[in-house]
């Protein structure tokens, strides 16, 4: 996928002394109730530890969490930032994979990889990607250093942080996102559905490890980017190990599923403090939920091969494929053709209100042909919509006089004028007059950086 943006953060107020105060003050309740409550919880287990060998998850899943944090601790020892991340994401593979915790239906990358989408979006890098073995491929794999998944045999990720930052939240919430945008080839067929329906799109939980950040700090965060992002992008949950967890909501309850996510009218922050150390076991039951709550599908191969073209949210393609995806400089050789996405939007808006016109019929009244031949409109009835702000006529606006050669001779003959690209479920012509004078489609790069290159000395110069 394009790269994700973020929108410009409210700016944040200092806390006054009182608040400060106040958020010490919670902090160390939060301690002295978890070192209570915690303290109960393992006396309790050991008592009824005597009578059976199990009595529940509760015991294994505190053994876990406490097991988590020190192996955590072991991994700070690497130099390399990158080195340490593959550690600290193999730590929670291995107690989520190893220990028998998630169905082998559910298979696990043991690197991070990317996911793409027949829209022609990828993902960023994603740490631990849950998928259906049984139905994935590999669309590319590079030494095993880059790996590309189709979205639609994934069900959702986990992005592992280790001791959290504000930094680390915003862009452990980004790669969510430009994985959660990603949309998925509509499955064909006749489908029964029995209960409620799975949620065709995948979810994205945050964790970490431990933080320096208050409880106040991360619902902060959590907020910030709820309130500038849209709702399908949001993650499902937010873990800190040491602290507790997050959840999106409103003022009734909380939300984790992407069904639930989408209902919300006033959202709100929910805050779980951790104060039995449960938190994994948290973790452990909303990601069992999430994966049952989501669908998987067959992929279609086809829609694979030749990939759209890509201009921020939009996809689009030529309809005369790399014919017109390629333009050539004398001085530079052949550039890429693209539109950019403010350009691309713009024409989209205008061509949404056009009145559609059969494209057979177009080119007849553009080459001064009667456009009455409606038995041939009938055999070939696709239509387009002509990007014509200008409204003028189509002779002038869609046919130009091209200079060739024939048998040693130069002639004239008449020849298309536009671009004609499918996007927005619309196929729309582009005139080239439109394409100069509103620069919607780029001229070499290279030629442009000189140009603009020499337009800076020149404003340097006066």
Not at 30 to 46: F, G, M, N, S
Not at 168 to 182: H, Q, V, W
């Amino acid at each position: 996928m394009s790269k994700p943006t973020q929108a410009k953060r409210p700016i944040r107020k200092r806390l006054t002394n009182a608040q400060k105060v106040e958020r010490r003050e919670f902090a160390e309740r939060e301690v002295r109730t978890r070192e209570v409550l915690t303290a109960k919880v393992r006396r309790a287990a050991d008592l009824r530890s005597k009578d059976r060998a199990f009595h529940g998850l509760e015991r294994e899943f505190s053994y876990f969490q406490d097991d988590l944090l020190k192996a955590f601790d072991r991994t700070k020892n690497p130099k390399h930032p990158r080195d340490v991340g593959t550690a600290r994401e193999q730590v929670l593979r291995r107690y989520l994979v190893d220990t028998g915790l998630i169905p082998n239906r559910y298979a696990v990358t043991s690197t991070s990889h990317r996911v793409a989408s027949t829209s022609g979006h990828i993902s960023r890098e994603l740490d631990l990607l849950f998928y259906d073995s049984s139905e994935a491929i590999t669309l590319m794999q590079v030494e095993k250093a880059y790996s590309v998944l189709p979205v639609e045999c994934t069900y959702g990720v986990i992005q592992v942080k280790s001791r959290v930052s504000r930094n680390d939240i915003r862009e452990g919430l980004l790669n969510i996102a430009s994985y959660k945008k990603l949309s998925r080839t509509k499955s064909q067929g006749f489908n029964i559905i029995s209960g409620d329906p799975k949620s065709e799109f995948g979810f994205g939980i945050l964790f970490a490890y431990d933080t320096d950040l208050d409880w106040h700090d991360l619902v902060d965060e959590l907020k910030v980017f709820t309130e500038t992002n849209p709702r399908h992008t949001w993650p499902n949950a937010v873990f800190v190990l040491s602290k507790g967890f997050l959840l999106c909501g409103d003022e009734t309850q909380a939300a984790y599923t992407n069904g639930q996510i989408a209902a919300i009218n006033n959202p709100e922050i929910h805050g779980r403090p951790d104060r039995d150390n449960s938190c994994f076991f948290s973790l452990y039951t909303i990601l069992i939920d999430l994966l049952r709550n989501t669908a998987t599908q067959p992929i279609v191969v086809n829609s694979y091969y030749r990939l759209p073209l890509v201009a921020g949210e939009h996809s689009y393609k030529y309809s005369f494929g790399f014919f017109a995806e390629i333009g050539a400089c004398d001085k530079h050789g052949d550039y890429p053709r693209k539109l950019t996405e403010s350009k691309l939007i713009e024409v989209i808006e205008w061509c949404k209100t056009a009145t559609p016109i059969n494209w057979v019929r177009a080119t007849e009244l553009a080459y001064g042909q009667p456009g009455d031949n409606w038995e041939a409109y009938e055999r070939q009835n696709a239509e387009v919509r002509i990007y014509n702000p200008k409204n003028i006529a189509l002779p002038d606006l869609l046919v130009l006089d091209t200079p060739m050669m024939a048998d040693g001779k130069e002639v004239t003959v008449k020849s298309n004028a536009f671009d004609s690209i499918e996007v927005a479920g619309m196929i729309i012509w582009i005139p080239y007059i439109y394409e100069i004078e509103q620069e919607i489609i780029n001229f070499c790069p290279k030629c442009e950086k000189i140009v603009l290159k020499t337009a800076e000395n020149d404003d340097a110069g006066d």
